[in-house]
Nanobody
């Protein structure tokens, strides 16, 4: 059974940095892409960043471009999100997601089959 476990969330002041990690296990086939999403209270789950397992191509939401970096360690089955220059509006629960299918866009939450439980990020002004 596929399991994704996030860690690294916490509270930080605006301008600070955090690094989120996602440990993956239980895959019977290679992932096609993995991503980070976030959800603030009362809001929809928003896409943050995606990385394609083969080749490592990355995409970012405009709101985090230039501040966040997604990366992967395929040998360790791990996904990371380095978050710099954090802003109060980055406050949310952050979720790691993965899919093995190549169908659908890798920025749509509905196209991801596997999800972690989330890790909270709180940025104070």
């Amino acid at each position: 059974q596929v399991q994704l476990v996030e860690s690294g969330g916490g509270s930080v002041q605006a301008g600070g940095s955090l690094r989120l990690s996602c440990a993956a296990s239980g895959y019977s086939r290679s992932t096609y892409c993995m991503g980070w999403f976030r959800q603030a209270p009362g809001k929809e789950r928003d896409w943050v960043a995606t990385i394609y397992t083969k080749g490592g191509r990355t995409n970012y939401a405009d709101s985090v471009k230039g501040r966040f970096t997604i990366s992967q360690d395929n040998a360790e089955n791990s996904l990371y999100l380095q978050m710099n220059s954090l802003k109060p509006e980055d406050t949310a629960m952050y979720y790691c997601a993965a899919r093995t299918s190549s169908f659908g866009a890798c920025y749509l939450a509905g196209s991801f089959r596997y999800w972690g439980q989330g890790t909270q990020v709180t940025v104070s002004s």
